[in-house]
């Protein structure tokens, strides 16, 4: 078992930045492939950004390649997204997720944290 708890939401203005963090407890971190998605109201949840286990590769959706960075840290367990050049529509709860390879598929995602609410005002 892999628990995941996210932090680093809220609101922020467009153009503005957040960085969000997901912290990792239970089995070995560096074991797994991370990797971050978001949800809006009465939308699916869509792929944002993932990250091989050795942060070797990072993939990306189209809408936020340039503006968003997935990195991790091993040593602490924790991933993160730096999230630049905020727009309204990447407002969103977000959530991080664990899987044995990087993936922009959300069915393949076996751990998945509780998510954080992301709002970015007009």
């Known amino acids: 078992q892999v628990q995941l708890v996210e932090s680093g939401g809220g609101l922020v203005q467009a153009g503005g930045s957040l960085r969000l963090s997901c912290a990792a407890s239970?089995?070995?971190?560096?074991?797994?492939?991370m990797g971050w998605f978001r949800q809006a109201p009465g939308k699916e949840r869509e792929f944002v950004a993932a990250?091989?286990?050795?942060?070797?590769?990072?993939y990306y959706a189209d809408s936020v390649k340039g503006r968003f960075t997935i990195s991790r840290d091993n040593a602490k367990s924790t991933q993160y997204l730096q999230m630049n050049s905020l727009k309204p529509g990447d407002t969103a709860v977000y959530y991080c997720?664990?899987?044995?390879?990087?993936?922009?598929?959300?069915?393949?995602?076996?751990?998945w944290g509780q998510g954080t609410q992301v709002t970015v005002s007009s």
């Open positions: 239970g089995r070995t971190f560096s074991g797994y492939a």
């Open positions: 997720a664990a899987n044995i390879r990087a993936s922009n598929i959300r069915s393949e995602y076996d751990y």
């Open positions: 990250i091989t286990w050795s942060g070797g590769y990072t």
